[in-house]
């Protein structure tokens, strides 16, 4: 099993981190980045194979994993043309759909788009992934197993809504990210240690997702359990709802899948 990485960045460092872990061979997993410091934390950390430009790396790999950002696709895949045999193509880029990636490889048809996420890199992932009809289930199962690699998957039957997966978990972690750095901000303003803020907000959060992931009830009735009548949550949710928080967050989500659609239009509506 040869698998070729195009990028050697956050994701694909993220990838390969989790795919070593869960018994991947390093010897097989090659990684094109022209980046020097990139090329060198990736053998450092991992011990891959690593080339400064795709004129070096091996042809006819049985996975490409696209993990350029969408802006440098283009211009990234082109030297790929005509090298692929019947490589499993794997893009983890926001935006770009599946038939200007075909185009742009010159017509090749075995691509599975994805959309990952940054919790891959603690094997915590969900990705979300579609294909082109003309890959078979065995393309699709290997296209899984290297995502499964880092976290859970999810298969989505039409490619226009990959660019909601990507507004939902995506980009969530941002999200998630921002609402931990709020907490942590209250705490400080509340007199904490930043030590005792981070434990505070971070468990918060790591125990109300695990809740919230072994029950059966809605998020909305878990929340109301919290809430006594009259009491400190009901004056925190008082306020925040008035300053539009979750009206805030549901738009917020509403332009990052706009803005994948932009990009694929931008960068991938041409000929
Ligand atoms: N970050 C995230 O949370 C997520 C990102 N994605 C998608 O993953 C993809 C990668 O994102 P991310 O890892 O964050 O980005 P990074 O910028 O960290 O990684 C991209 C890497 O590709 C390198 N690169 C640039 N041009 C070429 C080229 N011609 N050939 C090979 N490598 C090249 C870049 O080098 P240099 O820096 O020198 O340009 C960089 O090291 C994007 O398409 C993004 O949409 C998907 C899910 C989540
Ligand atoms: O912000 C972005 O465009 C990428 C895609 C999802 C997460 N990061």
């Known amino acids: 099993m040869k698998i070729l990485f195009l990028g ?15 018994g991947f061979a390093a010897a097989d997993i090659h990684v094109i980045d022209p980046g020097a410091d990139a090329r060198a934390r990736l053998a450092a950390s991992y011990g891959v ?27 990234a895949v082109a030297p790929l043309v005509g ?15 599946m038939s200007a990636l075909s185009r742009w490889l010159g017509g090749h048809r075995q691509i599975v788009r ?10 915590a992932g969900i990705t979300g992934l579609c294909a082109l009809p003309d890959v078979d289930s065995a393309g699709k199962a290997l296209a899984e197993r290297v995502l499964r690699a880092v976290g859970s998957t999810v298969w989505i039957d039409d490619e226009a809504q990959m660019d909601a997966v990507t507004a939902i978990s995506g980009s969530g972690p941002a999200y998630v990210f921002l609402f931990i750095e709020a907490l942590q901000q209250a705490a400080a303003e509340l007199g904490f240690t930043p030590a005792q803020g981070r434990q505070l907000a971070i468990e918060t959060v790591q125990g109300a997702a695990a809740l919230a992931a072994a029950s059966d009830e809605p998020a909305s009735l878990l929340r109301e359990r919290v809430t006594s009548k009259g009491g400190t949550t009901e004056a925190a949710l008082k306020v925040m709802l008035e300053r539009g928080v ?22 991938g509506g041409d000929a």
């Open 83 to 97: 090298r692929l045999g019947q490589a499993i193509v794997v893009s983890i880029a926001a935006g770009l759909d």
């Open 114 to 123: 994805s959309m990952p996420n940054t919790p891959a890199l603690i094997g």
């Open 8 to 22: 050697g960045g956050n994701m694909a460092n993220a990838l390969i981190g989790g795919m070593v872990k869960q």
């Open 246 to 267: 979750k009206d805030g967050i549901v738009a917020g989500c509403l332009a990052a899948e706009t803005r994948g659609r932009e990009l694929g239009k931008l960068l």
């Open 49 to 75: 194979h690593c080339h400064a430009t795709a004129g070096d790396a091996p042809d006819a790999p049985d996975v490409l994993v696209l993990a350029v950002k969408p802006q440098q696709m283009r211009e």
